[in-house]
């Protein structure tokens, strides 16, 4: 006969289970961010005026199976024109791979999920292409990345989905960026995205608390006009402001530890 109660063996096999399940996803994202955050870094400097999306995307692929992930973008339910989001002057995020050449003075966004050990990592980045570039876009970018930073620093256990939205939105607007809100951040894991959700904007105290092994991508988007923005009907894929601006973004994966955090995605 039951008691409705389990036995204290059950329940400390049930404990055990449960940390090794969580020590495993740790090391396996661990693994898997520092191969992203390596490839990124490659990426950065591998980008050139003249490369095309296409030829880009195909280095990407070739890295991502080379260094012994998965191609994350392979894996979703619609398909995906690629390995990696590249996403150009006044597109802001999901660009597909085009032939269109880079040229000197481009804003490119890149967005690359991959899949390692049975998890997903996510990171993104903003740069210019060669060695000139728009002075307010180079703000811009810089403004985008720190506000990235902003709302990492507010990662602990305890702290709510809100602390981060409002500190990436302070640094946004005291910047003089559109903030955009119908894209937004994510938990992630075994799935590429998951609860919660991760707003780039929010009131401290608000929200979700996190708590100690969860994992997020912080992710600002921004904008030099106005923050409206359409999907591109061509592709079905491409998002472009609405008003031709330029659009950035930012992404980390990052770890809630026992005292605040772990940014998973960077290089060595």
């Known amino acids: 006969m039951s008691t409705g109660?389990?036995?204290?063996?059950?329940?400390?096999?049930?404990?055990?289970?449960d940390e090794k399940t969580l020590k495993y996803k740790i090391e396996a994202m661990r693994e898997g961010g520092k191969i992203l955050g390596n490839l990124l870094r490659d990426l950065k400097n591998y980008v050139k005026p003249g490369m095309t999306g296409k030829?880009?995307?195909?280095?990407?692929?070739?890295?991502?199976?080379?260094?012994?992930?998965?191609?994350?973008?392979?894996m979703l339910d619609e398909e995906f024109?690629?390995?990696?989001?590249?996403?150009?002057?006044?597109?802001?995020?999901?660009?597909?791979?085009?032939?269109?050449?880079?040229?000197e003075g481009?804003?490119?966004s890149f967005d690359l999920d991959i899949y390692y050990k049975g998890y997903f990592t996510d990171s993104a980045f903003t740069m210019l292409v060669g060695e000139k570039?728009?002075?307010?876009?180079?703000?811009?970018?810089?403004v985008t990345e720190s506000a990235l930073w902003e709302g990492i620093e507010q990662v602990k256990p305890g702290a709510t989905i809100g602390d981060i939205g409002s500190a990436v939105?302070?640094?946004?607007?005291?910047g003089h960026l559109g903030v955009i809100e119908n894209y937004i951040g994510h938990g992630i894991g075994r799935k590429m995205h998951s609860a919660p959700e991760v707003p780039n904007y929010g009131k401290k105290g608000h929200g979700y608390k996190l708590v100690e092994g969860d994992t997020i991508c912080i992710e600002p988007m921004s904008s030099l006009g106005k923050p409206a923005n359409y999907v591109d009907k061509s592709d079905n894929w491409t998002v472009k402001m609405k008003d031709g601006s330029i659009g950035c973004h930012f992404e980390h994966t990052v770890l809630v530890t026992n005292d605040g955090y772990e940014v998973l995605t960077l290089p060595d």
């Open 55 to 74: 030829e880009i995307d195909a280095w990407v692929r070739s890295e991502i199976v080379r260094r012994g992930a998965k191609v994350a973008y392979d």
């Open 169 to 174: 939105e302070k640094v946004l607007r005291k």
């Open 106 to 108: 481009d804003k490119v």
């Open 5 to 17: 109660k389990k036995s204290k063996k059950a329940m400390e096999n049930k404990n055990t289970v």
């Open 133 to 142: 570039g728009s002075p307010a876009v180079k703000k811009m970018i810089s």
């Open 81 to 103: 024109p690629g390995a990696i989001c590249i996403s150009i002057n006044d597109e802001l995020v999901h660009g597909a791979p085009t032939d269109e050449p880079l040229e």
